[in-house]
T-cell receptor, first 118, second 112 residues
Framework: DVKVTQSSRYLVKRTGEKVFLECVQD?????MFWYRQDPGLGLRLIYF???????EKGDIPEGYSVSREKKERFSLILESASTNQTSMYLC?????????????????FGSGTRLTVV | DQQVKQNSPSLSVQEGRISILNCDYT??????FLWYKKYPAEGPTFLIS?????DKNEDGRFTVFLNKSAKHLSLHIVPSQPGDSAVYFC???????????FGTGTQLKVEL
């Protein structure tokens, strides 16, 4: 069964801490994404990556950075956590568009990390 | 700037009835639309999709309708079942790219 695995289900961090959220996929997908989910705001794209060592900003990149040193791993970094970064973080991966056959976009999501910053 | 909007944050229907979830978009470059379903403490899972060259796509109890002139799509679930209770997100993409823009979500509750 193919999977996107997020390292933690729940995290509590203090304001100002540097926080690492890890995501690993076993499907050999080229694309990986980080979203956050907030009530009334839906899923908002933070960063994405089309290839190893490549990254592009999404809609809300401020306060975040990412790292993709290996194809299967995509890390989200909160440089200095703040209370407004308390949220559900979702990682996803997908094959290239033509490989997916556009069937559902080929997205597979992880189960999410509920981060609370106090 | 919310390019994909779901104006109903919640919807409650009786088991066996039809559920209709709506989604509006503003970006005319969107050419592929999807619906995802999300249970609490799980990631979203793909439900059904539609290309802009079509106006309807059906898969079992789920049908998606697209009205390009109105920039509106809807998801019909019939008959609704208690297991359909979840948050539903619509999403859109453009130009064959993999980046999806998601809506704000609608919490569907199917009551016995």
């Amino acid at each position: 069964d193919v999977k996107v695995t997020q390292s933690s289900r729940y995290l509590v961090k203090r304001t100002g801490e540097k926080v690492f959220l890890e995501c690993v996929q076993d499907m050999d997908h080229e694309n990986m994404f980080w979203y956050r989910q907030d009530p009334g705001l839906g899923l908002r794209l933070i960063y994405f990556s089309y290839d190893v060592k490549m990254k592009e900003k999404g809609d809300i990149p401020e306060g975040y950075s990412v790292s993709r040193e290996k194809k299967e791993r995509f890390s989200l970094i909160l440089e200095s956590a703040s209370t407004n970064q308390t949220s559900m973080y979702l990682c996803a991966s997908s094959p290239t568009w033509w490989d997916s056959g556009r069937a559902g976009g080929g997205y597979t999501f992880g189960s999410g990390t509920r981060l609370t910053v106090v | 700037d919310q390019q994909v909007k779901q104006n109903s944050p919640s919807l409650s229907v009786q088991e066996g009835r039809i559920s209709i979830l709506n989604c509006d978009y503003t970006n005319s470059m969107f050419d592929y639309f999807l619906w995802y379903k999300k249970y609490p403490a799980e990631g979203p899972t793909f439900l059904i999709s539609i290309s802009s060259i079509k106006d309807k796509n059906e898969d079992g109890r789920f049908t998606v309708f697209l009205n390009k002139s109105a920039k509106h799509l809807s998801l019909h679930i019939v008959p609704s079942q208690p297991g359909d209770s979840a948050v539903y997100f619509c999403a859109a993409s453009s130009g064959g790219g993999n980046k999806l823009t998601f809506g704000t979500g609608t919490q569907l509750k199917v009551e016995l």
